[in-house]
């Protein structure tokens, strides 16, 4: 029996509509009706326009660029919808922003992962949905449940498709150290091998590449990260597989693309041949780039919904 909510609501906000329309479409539901603006001083405004009294709702907004206008807009959704009475109310963040602040890497750093989740809660979130956080630990950093999506099985299945069952000369490669994990079940999924690039950060958002651990000579490599920003550490990555490692080709894919500064202008110069990536936050114009192709993660936003409403495992979804 299902106690929270007496019909299901999806909103959005301006943040990506697209892929709010692509997950109703696909329930069979309508969006919500709602206006979601600004004041002339830049404040922004939620106007609900039909009864949410009761019902199960999930707001779809990433807090992706602009980041804090999204932000807020979400939090100001959520504070609407609470206030209105809703059942139950589900924070659908595809792109969790802030995520990379995760700890204290120096003295005086702010945790503003955690600092999200208080806003979040105390707006009057009763669980989120996301996709790929940029550490697994931020989970803990909210009392209420979380559902961590994987963008994994979107990737396995485009390039199974791809690339078949002629695997044996394909490596999986991680970035770096800290997105190991993440590849190796990757590749553990597409029968593939796995190697590193380690590289030396200098400075915020550049990186120097200093060797690749693992065999690609000769091979096609697939690097696999879970976002891409400025494209530095892709990029550069890149390189040191056909320059220092020997690669025949590489591709390259990641759950969340930022694309921020000279990003593009990276990717479009580089060695990288394509680079897939899910649309969690809003494709860029195909125009901008030949290279850059991108994969819906609307059908499993979509499940994951229609399960949480009925109350059954989402567990399905990660394998």
Do not use: W
């Amino acid at each position: 029996m299902i106690s929270h909510g007496k019909d299901i609501k999806v909103f959005c906000g301006n943040s990506n509509p697209k892929l709010a329309e692509d997950i109703c479409k696909l329930m069979g539901t309508k969006l919500g009706e709602a206006e979601v603006g600004t004041f002339s001083d830049g404040e922004v405004f939620v106007s609900l326009y039909e009864t949410v009294r009761g019902s199960d709702v999930f707001v779809v907004q990433s807090t992706c660029n602009p980041v804090n206008q999204n932000l807020m807009e979400l939090l100001i959704m959520i504070d609407a919808l609470k206030r209105a009475s809703a059942g139950r109310i589900t924070a659908v963040i595809p792109y969790y922003g802030y995520a990379r602040q995760d700890r204290k890497a120096k003295a005086r750093d702010p945790i503003t992962a955690k600092l999200v989740a208080n806003m979040l809660t105390a707006a009057g979130a009763d669980r989120v949905l996301t996709m790929d956080l940029h550490a697994s630990q931020i989970q803990g950093f909210f009392d209420i449940p979380v559902d961590n999506l994987a963008g994994n099985p979107i990737f396995v299945d485009y390039y199974a498709k791809k690339f078949g069952t002629e695997c044996e000369d394909i490596v999986v490669v991680s970035p770096d150290v800290g997105s190991v994990a993440r590849a190796r079940a990757f590749a553990q999924k597409l029968h593939m091998n796995l190697a590193i690039v380690d590289k030396r950060r200098q400075k915020a958002n550049q990186c120097e590449v200093m060797n690749v651990i693992g065999d690609v000579r000769g091979k096609d490599c697939i690097l696999f990260d879970d976002m891409v920003d400025t494209g530095g550490s892709l990029c550069n990555a890149a390189q040191a597989l056909v320059e220092v490692g020997g690669a025949k080709s590489v591709h390259a894919c990641a759950s969340h693309g930022v694309l921020s500064g000279p990003a593009i202008d990276r990717i479009n110069n580089s060695v990288i041949k394509e680079l897939a990536l899910l649309d969690t936050i809003p494709a860029i114009d195909p125009a901008k780039s030949e290279k850059i192709k991108y994969l819906s993660v609307a059908p499993m936003f979509a499940e994951a919904i229609e399960r949480i409403y009925q109350e059954i495992s989402i567990s399905k979804l990660f394998r």
